[in-house]
Nanobody, 118 residues
Framework: QVQLVESGGGLVQAGGSLRLSCAAS????????MAWYRQAPGKQRELVAR???????NYANSVKGRFTISRDSAKNTMYLEMNSLKPEDTAVYYC????????????WGQGTQVTVSS
């Protein structure tokens, strides 16, 4: 069974930076796509950024130019560098992998809290 574990969340002042990591464990044959989502209190979960196995990236308009997604395929690990953080970036951040283990499946991490104070 594949598990994802996020780390790197915390409390930061507006304008500050954080780097999130998502590490996978278990049997993984290939990963098609990795993504970061976030969910603020009272709001729906939204896509923040995604990266394909070819390195193609997409970002939500609200984070373009401030966040950078990257991956280390050898380690099955994904990162999210977050700069110029704003209070509206406060949310629980989740990583998501579309991967092939025994079957093709989608796996979620447990989430990491990011809080940006004004």
């Amino acid at each position: 069974q594949v598990q994802l574990v996020e780390s790197g969340g915390g409390l930061v002042q507006a304008g500050g930076s954080l780097r999130l990591s998502c590490a996978a464990s278990g049997t993984i044959f290939s990963i098609n796509e990795m993504a970061w989502y976030r969910q603020a209190p009272g709001k729906q979960r939204e896509l923040v950024a995604r990266i394909t196995n070819n390195g193609i990236t997409n970002y939500a308009n609200s984070v373009k130019g401030r966040f950078t997604i990257s991956r280390d395929s050898a380690k099955n690990t994904m990162y999210l560098e977050m700069n110029s953080l704003k209070p509206e970036d406060t949310a629980v951040y989740y990583c998501n992998y579309e991967l092939r283990s025994v079957v093709l499946t989608t796996v979620w991490g447990q989430g990491t809290q990011v809080t940006v104070s004004s």
